[in-house]
Structure formats: structure tokens, C-alpha cells
């Protein structure tokens, strides 16, 4: 089962309730996860590298077209250029933002993962209710040891997608790990279920169960003597 909170503000993002504790908190693979904002970075290097070069083939153009209309070329290519840098570098530093709120955090009891700066998302699965868990990597997250995790539940063939994960194999042991000690401790209770409705018959009490009252030792013998 999936749930999904999103808020703007209040909530601790970092709170948890009472005995969940954190044993991992892990991002996805900067490099991989921000590699449009590598590809926006480098062609903003590359227009800075060839500005002088655009300008002065603008120049060229402008001279042959002067004698049919008068354009200021030089400068609206100018402008553009820069307007298209400054556009660019707005979406690399908005990607690498959403990189740094991005997180995958698993402790004792689920998955969870957190995205949102502003608009704050929290999507988890509680362990007993994972179905499955499958690793898909790419050539260039091979290289670079990570990949996407999906996790499965059984509630309408729902799931949830680590994307980006830094040694993918290694999260997914861990995973199969708190998945197999869960069900042993909800094994665990089922047993203790069963024995504690065996002893009262089915009935469940908060407190002690209530005593049968024992009759006299005298009476005992005394029905022993009749026989």
C-alpha cells in the first residue's frame, strides 16, 4: 500500500513516529540524475566559447543586408544570445535543486521518498506489503553504478520508483533484508495470536482472564470417600 502526502509548509519532513527509526538516507546519482543540467552547463560553456564567432558572422550578414533594410542584427542576436545563457542557467541550478530534495530514506518499518522544495511530496510503502523488487540499468548507469529500483505492493499493482540509486544491488539486499526480518516478526505475532485465543477460547482480554473459583480441599475428599 502507497500513501502520499503533499504540503507546502509545516510538517517536519525529518519526523517519524515513535520506534521507526532511519538505518539508510541516500540520494540518486548526481550525475546521472542532473545529467540535463551537465548537457545545459556545457552548451551555455559553448555559446560563451563562440559568441565573438556568432557576432562577427551577424556583422557579416548585417553588411550585406543594410543596403535593403535597416536591422539592428548585431544587437537582437546579442540580446538573444545572452537571454537563452540566462534561461539555461536557471534551469541547470533548478535541476541540481531538485537534486539536492530529492531522497530516498528506508528505516525499520518502510520505503520512503521525499521530493519538493516548495511543493513537498512524501510517497512510502510499509514492508510487509512489498510484492516484488526489480533493478533496471542502463549502459551509462552501469558505468557508473547506479539504477532505477521499482517496488511492487499488492494493493491494485502499485508501486514506487528509487530512481538513480547509487549501487543499486546493494540497496536492493538491504531491502530483501528488512522485508524477510518484518515478515518474521509478523509471523512472530500471528503465533502469539493463536496462542493467546487458544488459552481464552477465543476471547481476548486487556486485563488477566478471569479465574475459575477452586472448591474446598475437604469437599474434594469427602466426594472421593462417597465413591
Request: hydrophobic share 40%; net charge positive.
Amino acid at each position: 500500500m502507497i500513501v502520499i502526502y503533499d504540503k507546502m509548509f509545516g510538517t517536519n519532513r525529518n519526523s517519524y513516529p515513535d520506534g521507526e527509526k532511519v538505518i539508510l538516507r541516500t540520494r540518486p546519482r548526481i550525475f546521472i540524475h542532473s545529467k540535463s543540467a551537465i548537457i545545459k552547463i556545457l552548451f551555455i560553456g559553448l555559446l560563451f566559447y563562440s559568441f565573438n564567432s556568432i557576432i562577427s558572422f551577424t556583422v557579416t550578414i548585417q553588411s550585406y543586408l543594410i543596403e535593403f533594410v535597416q536591422i539592428p542584427l548585431v544587437q537582437g542576436v546579442s540580446i538573444a544570445i545572452l537571454l537563452i545563457i540566462f534561461f539555461l542557467i536557471l534551469w541547470a541550478v533548478w535541476d541540481l535543486i531538485s537534486w539536492k530534495f530529492t531522497e530516498y530514506i528506508l528505516t525499520n518499518q518502510r520505503i520512503i521518498i521525499q521530493k519538493g522544495m516548495l511543493n513537498k511530496k512524501r510517497s512510502y510503502i510499509r514492508y510487509n506489503k512489498v510484492q516484488d523488487v526489480v533493478i533496471y540499468q542502463n549502459l551509462l548507469e552501469r558505468i557508473f553504478s547506479s539504477g532505477d529500483i521499482e517496488i511492487f505492493s499488492g494493493h491494485e499493482n502499485t508501486s514506487i520508483i528509487l530512481e538513480n540509486i547509487p549501487q543499486p544491488y546493494h540497496l536492493e539486499d538491504k531491502i530483501n533484508r528488512m522485508i524477510d526480518q518484518n515478515l518474521s516478526y509478523t509471523q512472530m505475532a500471528r503465533e502469539i495470536q493463536k496462542e493467546i485465543e487458544g488459552e481464552t477460547n477465543g476471547e481476548i482480554y486487556t486485563q488477566n482472564p478471569p479465574r475459575r473459583g477452586k472448591k474446598p480441599i475437604m469437599e474434594n475428599h469427602a466426594r472421593k470417600f462417597k465413591r
